[in-house]
């Protein structure tokens, strides 16, 4: 249903393969469920190929680079399709438009503005320039 294959926005992305209505449920994002200090330690690693950690809260983190699927690879966007709610340790992802078979998913990492800022290169007009969204409170 869903393949990761290179991306325009990174070196990969995560495609679907099927059509979503708007508001539908696509997926889990899966992994290791690790503490905050652990997902520290792991995003500053040099020997790691990419950070796919995903914040539950302050203190639990799922990390995708360890028995992880297909969603690990998806991408930022400043106008995503995509969006997700966490609920009971789990981090459902779900479409926000329709989306056509062959599409990329993406979803707003949403970064906190006071961490180092990453440019973003989402390429859709709504582009804000960094992945960090500095409109957050
Ligand atoms: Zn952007």
Same mark, same amino acid.
């Given at each position: 249903?869903?393949?990761?294959?290179?991306?325009?926005?990174?070196?990969?992305? %995560?495609?679907?393969?099927?059509?979503?209505?708007?508001?539908?449920?696509?997926?889990?994002? +899966?992994?290791?469920?690790?503490?905050?200090?652990? !997902?520290? #330690?792991?995003?500053?690693?040099?020997? &790691?190929? *990419?950070?796919?950690?995903?914040? $539950?809260?302050?203190? #639990?983190?799922?990390? *995708?680079?360890?028995?992880?699927?297909?969603? #690990?690879?998806?991408?930022?966007?400043? !106008? /995503?399709? %995509?969006?997700?709610?966490?609920?009971?340790?789990?981090? $459902?992802?779900?479409?926000?438009? !329709?989306? !056509?078979?062959?599409?990329?998913?993406?979803?707003?990492?949403?970064?906190? /503005?006071?961490?180092?800022?990453?440019?973003?290169?989402?390429?859709? +007009?709504? %582009? #804000?320039?960094?992945?960090?969204?500095? +409109? &957050?409170?």
């Amino acid at each position: 249903m869903l393949e990761a294959r290179q991306s325009s926005i990174d070196r990969f992305g %995560c495609f679907t393969k099927v059509a979503f209505e708007p508001d539908a449920y696509i997926a889990d994002y +899966e992994g290791a469920l690790i503490s905050s200090e652990e !997902a520290v #330690r792991r995003e500053s690693d040099p020997d &790691r190929e *990419g950070v796919y950690t995903f914040w $539950l809260d302050d203190e #639990r983190v799922i990390d *995708g680079y360890e028995n992880g699927n297909v969603l #690990r690879f998806l991408n930022h966007s400043c !106008a /995503p399709n %995509c969006t997700y709610e966490i609920t009971g340790g789990r981090i $459902l992802i779900y479409s926000i438009s !329709a989306i !056509a078979p062959g599409e990329e998913l993406t979803i707003d990492y949403d970064y906190d /503005p006071d961490t180092v800022l990453e440019p973003c290169l989402c390429g859709t +007009e709504q %582009c #804000r320039g960094f992945i960090n969204n500095l +409109e &957050r409170e």
